[in-house]
């Protein structure tokens, strides 16, 4: 049950979910005046939700950068919220009427509501129902004719539209590595160890985006006992899309420094095998993401005839990339940085002077800005970087009290670096995780409970052959595999999310999520809110009510 890497679009599956309840629906047979209106209003519904449907996965991309798209967005999704509402309406009063106010002769009155017998129940009901559709596909129309003027494109997205935040090589400075000393020497081990009698295995960094993959990759990768060992050594950034003829013509061309022009999939193989034979190599594959088992099956081809001690080294957000190698696989899971370690390289990019007349007052609100980094390395040298030769204490207190989504990607190297890690989500999974916003940072994750709540909110696709509590523990794995979600230190039978990621799942919650974090709280609920949550303070007299 484990989700394609094929990313959609958040609204996708919400769409999805109101045509098949719009397709549970069925006027009934006899034409009247008012059956047929009901049946063109109902087609105009469908035919708007999927006009919307087809520019979903372009719209979602485009948001960040387009506030237009954002609010075509929003409006979108509060008009599917209502109308969802009002297909459950409508579904639970036909499923509450008599067999008698059905078509006896209709066989397939057990699968379908009839409209008939929920529209007739009284003329005042009847006119708000059908007052309320007709504003909902009028929201509707307006936003496929919106569409066109934003230039919203039909088709799914294959890639984020800029990845010119990735690393593509393998050089690193020294000097800027802090606290991997460890990992290093561990991940070097499992390089050179030659006890393995495969002649062939992989190796993987998993890890949060941004906790230093790449950096630790590229450690070990210019280490001189590794360019002792390996008669030949290339390094690959794949990033996101698995091209196998491209990745395999990159590794050439890294092995023999000139371009390769052979296009044909079979001959680049063939003459990768040839220069890989008898030979002891190393290949890094940097950001790696798709874990089809045709593809590496095919991928491995010609790897398979170097000498023994070989290997492969990955770098992914996903621990199930590896599961489906058929060599040895070896797993390393990389963990954040201490908060000494993270001062270390907080001090560094942003110049900060111990000398500095305004050192101690920085120093304070430098480890608050330090602290909110939760241990990602990237996120330190961004913010870091962007109080470089700031002595002004205004300045560190603004990016102290700035959410990072509203720094700007040309200022922040962490918003993409995160985004694409949910961009690359199934929409199922991206509803899930961003319902996770509802909880406050730092909670602690009981599986069994969340996902039951998952369930309640009707966010689990049923599966043939499978219960809902099955699906929905796979789509907990997913998200624990893709780094979402990490195991808690203080009780392994929970979970936590990493502050970064949760304010990623709030992002994008938008306005459609509430928290309220105090009883009291001056903040106002926004009219197209949906989901609220509330944390009870034993002091709050709302506890003493439910005591009470």
Request: hydrophobic share 40%.
């Amino acid at each position: 049950m484990a989700a394609k890497l094929e990313g959609r679009a958040y609204l996708f599956c919400f769409v999805d979910a109101v045509l098949n309840k719009l397709s549970s629906l069925d006027v009934n047979s006899t034409p009247t005046a008012k059956k047929l209106a009901d049946q063109k209003l109902l087609q105009r519904l469908r035919n708007s939700l999927r006009a919307t449907r087809l520019v979903l996965d372009d719209a979602e991309q485009k948001q960040i950068r387009d506030q237009e798209v954002n609010k075509w967005l929003v409006d979108l999704q509060d008009a599917l919220y209502l109308a969802d509402d009002l297909m459950d309406e409508l579904s639970t009063k036909a499923a509450a009427a008599t067999p008698t106010q059905r078509d006896p002769g209709n066989s397939s009155y057990h699968y379908h509501y009839a409209v008939d017998s929920v529209v007739e129940y009284s003329d005042g009901d009847e006119i708000r129902i059908v007052e309320s559709m007709q504003d909902i596909v009028d929201k509707l129309e307006a936003s496929v004719e919106e569409k066109d003027y934003l230039g919203l494109k039909q088709g799914v997205a294959k890639d984020m539209e800029d990845m010119s935040w990735r690393i593509q090589s393998s050089l690193v400075e020294c000097s800027d590595i802090y606290g991997r000393n460890d990992d290093k020497e561990a991940i070097l081990k499992l390089l050179l160890d030659n006890t393995c009698d495969d002649k062939l295995s992989v190796i993987s960094i998993e890890g949060i985006g941004g906790i230093g993959k790449t950096t630790l990759a590229q450690l070990v990768y210019n280490d001189a006992r590794v360019k002792e060992k390996f008669a030949i050594k290339a390094w690959v950034c794949v990033a996101t899309k698995f091209d196998l003829v491209n990745i395999t013509k990159a590794i050439m061309e890294d092995i023999t420094s000139s371009p390769c022009n052979i296009v044909n999939l079979n001959s680049i193989q063939t003459e990768l095998k040839e220069k890989l034979t008898e030979k002891t190599f190393l290949v890094v594959l940097d950001d790696v993401w798709d874990n089809q088992q045709n593809l590496w099956d095919n991928f491995l081809k010609p790897f398979l005839s170097g000498n023994k001690g070989s290997k492969i080294l990955l770098t992914t957000r996903n621990k199930n990339v590896d599961s489906v190698m058929s060599t040895t696989n070896l797993h390393y899971k990389l963990d954040i940085l201490s908060p000494n370690d993270c001062w270390s390289i907080f001090l560094k990019h942003s110049f900060l002077s111990t000398n500095s007349r305004q050192y101690v007052i920085l120093e304070q609100i430098g480890k608050k800005i330090v602290k909110k980094c939760k241990g990602l390395p990237l996120a330190v040298k961004t913010l870091g970087g962007l109080l470089r030769n700031k002595d002004n204490e205004e300045d560190w207190e603004n990016i102290l009290e700035s959410e990072i989504w509203k720094l700007s990607e040309d200022e922040s190297k962490i918003v993409p670096a995160l985004r694409v890690s949910y961009h690359y989500l199934p929409s199922h999974l991206k509803r899930c995780f961003v319902y996770c916003s509802l909880y406050p940072e730092d909670y602690q994750f009981d599986k069994e409970k969340l996902i039951l709540l998952w369930m309640a909110e009707d966010f689990v696709q049923p599966i043939e052959n499978y219960t809902l509590e099955n699906i929905s523990r796979a789509y907990f794995d997913e998200l624990v595999a893709r780094s979402f979600f990490q195991p808690s230190s203080k009780n392994v039978s929970l979970f936590v999310m990493h502050d970064l990621m949760h304010d990623l799942a709030t992002y994008f919650a938008g306005k459609f999520y509430f928290s309220v974090r105090r009883f009291g709280d001056p903040e106002k609920i926004c009219s197209k809110t949906r989901h609220l949550s509330y944390m009870v303070n034993h002091h709050d007299g709302i506890l003493r009510l439910g005591e009470a």
